[in-house]
């Protein structure tokens, strides 16, 4: 079965799975991919590369824990926006602009949803 994103780029099926983020990787990816001023932490980007490499089907209980309380950000995704979202990071090429830019709007809910939650702790 497709998905909406299936559809949009032409991609075929892809299967959905998450990716966990560090809040501070997550923010610097939220700037690349909304093409924001300013320079690049080239450490977090790697970081953020690496778990979208790594994205799991589920999320284990102790990154669950870490997510509930703030200090990590999970994000479901699809290989199409994975893959987008890897070839910005590794060779700053805009494969989809518009799947980068809801990817980008989506993880910023996320990094923002992270920091009310480490706040009210």
């Known amino acids: 079965m497709a998905t909406e994103h299936d559809s949009d780029t032409g991609t075929g099926a892809s299967r959905a799975s ?15 991919l909304a093409d924001a001023p300013g ?7 790697d970081d953020a590369r690496d778990a979208l490499e790594d994205r799991m089907a589920k999320v ?4 669950q ?20 979202a890897i070839e910005l990071i590794e060779h700053e090429k805009v494969v989809d602009g518009r799947t980068l830019q809801r990817l980008a709007d989506r993880l910023r809910a996320r990094v923002r949803r992270a920091r009310r939650r480490r706040r009210s702790r």
């Open 65 to 84: 824990r870490a997510i509930g309380a703030g200090k990590l950000v999970a994000l479901q995704i699809d290989d199409g926006e994975a893959a987008a």
């Open 39 to 45: 320079t690049a932490d080239e450490g977090l980007l």
């Open 60 to 63: 284990p209980g102790p990154q």
């Open 18 to 32: 998450k990716v966990v983020l560090r809040p501070a990787a997550a923010a610097e990816l939220v700037d690349l």
